[in-house]
């Protein structure tokens, strides 16, 4: 019970559908079995809706609130509906994020794809995180943890996702410095290549490839052990991060990518 006591707030509790089980949905449902009641945050009400059933069914506290991330009133609205139902926030997790849809390298992405990742990947964040920080500091601390990507630190041809990741981590290193002296630590994730809905079925859409030869290629890539990691790998670094054993750690970026942050440098 590593969150006993303590609400989370989870944006980007849904998922897309898929074989597995996504980042956000792993998040809620391993928080509320440690302890915590979560407010699952989507743009999808049933998505959310379909995580709170799970953790409901498991013995556990949890509410779902739609919400579109990239507009202030709604993160200002998803704020004030924790407080409303919970009292308080001691953890926010960030989790929304897209990509695809156009973007690419530089000179073949095209400006709506990156002014829309922009929106979502960083504006988004940026609101929730303003949002937030007032009811974090006015209780006299909190844990944050953002989740950024490996893509951030060593992309490929997705410039726009990549660009937002990589100001992910320089929002969240900004967010530590200013607010630690208020009790608040902020740390980002940085998920590898991982076997999420949004990942495999994404790809496996794109390429016009079974989702069995796109999970085969990707675990042939991964250094340790040769496979992916998953969801729940992504939810348990950010249990460790919310939760109080992390509480001398702030502005850390944490890959969870099976080591292949070492091989590429």
């Not at 590898?192 to 809905?197: A, F, K, R």
């Not at 994404?202 to 991964?222: D, F, H, K, M």
Request: with cysteine.
């Amino acid at each position: 019970m590593r969150l006993e006591g303590k609400t989370a707030v989870v944006a980007g509790a849904g998922q897309t559908p898929g074989e597995t089980i996504g980042n956000g949905r792993a998040m809620a449902v391993l928080f509320a079995r440690e302890g915590a009641k979560v407010l699952c945050v989507d743009r999808d009400l049933a998505r959310a809706e379909e995580t709170v059933a799970q953790i409901v069914s498991e013995g556990g506290e949890a509410s779902a609130f739609e919400a579109n991330i990239t507009l202030a009133a709604d993160c200002e609205a998803l704020v004030k509906a924790a407080r409303d139902r919970f009292g308080r926030i001691d953890v926010l997790v960030n989790n929304v994020g897209i990509g695809g849809g156009g973007d690419g390298p530089t000179h073949k992405a095209s400006e709506a794809a990156f002014d829309r990742i922009v929106s979502v990947n960083l504006k988004g964040m940026f609101l929730t995180l303003k949002a937030a920080l007032p009811v974090m500091r006015e209780a006299g601390g909190g844990a944050i943890v953002n989740i950024s990507s490996l893509a951030s630190i060593a992309g490929g041809n997705q410039i726009a996702y990549e660009v937002t990741k990589a100001a992910v981590n320089r929002l969240t290193t900004g967010t530590a410095q200013a607010n630690a002296r208020h009790n608040i630590r902020c740390n980002a994730i940085l998920p590898g290549l991982m076997d999420t809905p949004m990942a495999i079925s994404g790809i496996a859409e794109a390429r016009g490839e079974s989702t069995e030869a796109v999970r085969a290629a990707r675990n042939a890539t991964v250094p340790l052990g040769g496979r992916m990691g998953t969801a729940w790998d992504t939810a348990y670094a950010a249990l460790f991060l919310a939760s109080d054993e992390a509480r001398f750690i702030t502005g850390v970026l944490l890959p969870v990518d099976g080591g292949m942050s070492v091989r590429v440098g």
